[in-house]
């Protein structure tokens, strides 16, 4: 049985499926940061999240964003990671699917998502100012990455499925 939905794509097994892993691998893959010669680390979970927006559009990329935020949400005993990938996604796939570039349109998610991820860390989680300022620049450098990736490599995941 098809049918389209607010994914804007015909749902089956596998586009179910699909969806599942690419809610699943942000948690594996979020446990992998590669020390850069910069002082900061490079993080993978962002590949999944911009592939899940690009193929499922906003709501994709919030359910990846947020259930792929899981294992470093308990890890680290921080909450408002969820939301602030959650935003990532969202806003990722609202603007990829109003015609912007993949990665134009992350980068837009990028500074959307980062006051919310500097105030909550700043005043919420009480993280210190230097380390929440590296995480941010880690993450631009991480989103820049892994939305070239998934620009170049979304439309064959798609395939998968349609």
Known sequence: MQYKNIFDINFNWKSITLLALLAFLPDLT??????TVWGFKIHFFQYFVFVAAAVYGPVGGLI???FGSVFTVVTMNNPHILIGNMILG????WFFRKGINLVLAALIAYAIQMPWLWLTDVYLANMPIN??????IALFFSDVIWALFAHYSYK???????
Do not use: A, Q, W
Request: no cysteine; aromatic share 8%.
């Open 131 to 136: 380390v929440v300022n590296g995480v941010v």
């Open 156 to 162: 064959k995941v798609r395939n998968v499925v349609e």
């Open 90 to 93: 969202f806003f990722t796939g």
């Open 30 to 35: 979020g446990m992998i940061n590669l020390p």
């Open 64 to 66: 990846s964003g947020g």
